[in-house]
């Protein structure tokens, strides 16, 4: 069983950038593949971005495509979530979440989740 941790939220103003972390720890970690989620108050769970056990086949959700950048490094077990020109919008708890291997970036394929980092963008 993979266990995750994230870091790196806080407060920041619009435009600007923070960047998640999140540490998984387990043996079947460098075969999963893995998701940054997010939920804002009073909405559902979405998927923000996800990234293959290779790092080569990732996507984005529409509404951070270009602003947003998932990277993995398998050697030190952690996977990174970049966040460039953040939106008020963007305010949430980011979940880090190891996930089947599929092509979507879909809550339903997730296994494990993390315990959740707050990012809070001031307007």
């Known amino acids: 069983q993979v266990q995750l941790v994230e870091s790196g939220g806080g407060l920041v103003q619009a435009g600007g950038s923070l960047a998640l972390s999140c540490a998984a720890s387990?043996?079947?970690?460098?075969?999963?593949?893995m998701g940054w989620y997010r939920q804002a108050p009073g909405k559902e769970r979405e998927g923000v971005s996800c990234?293959?056990?290779?790092?080569?086949?990732?996507n984005y959700a529409d509404s951070v495509k270009g602003r947003f950048t998932i990277s993995r490094d398998n050697a030190k077990n952690t996977v990174y979530l970049q966040m460039r020109s953040l939106k008020p919008e963007d305010t949430a708890v980011y979940y880090c979440?190891?996930?089947?291997?599929?092509?979507?970036?879909?809550?339903?394929?997730?296994?494990?989740w993390g315990q959740g980092t707050l990012v809070t963008v001031s307007s």
């Open positions: 979440a190891a996930k089947s291997k599929t092509s979507r970036c879909d809550t339903s394929d997730v296994e494990v």
């Open positions: 387990g043996s079947i970690y460098s075969i999963n593949d």
């Open positions: 990234i293959s056990s290779t790092g080569l086949t990732i």
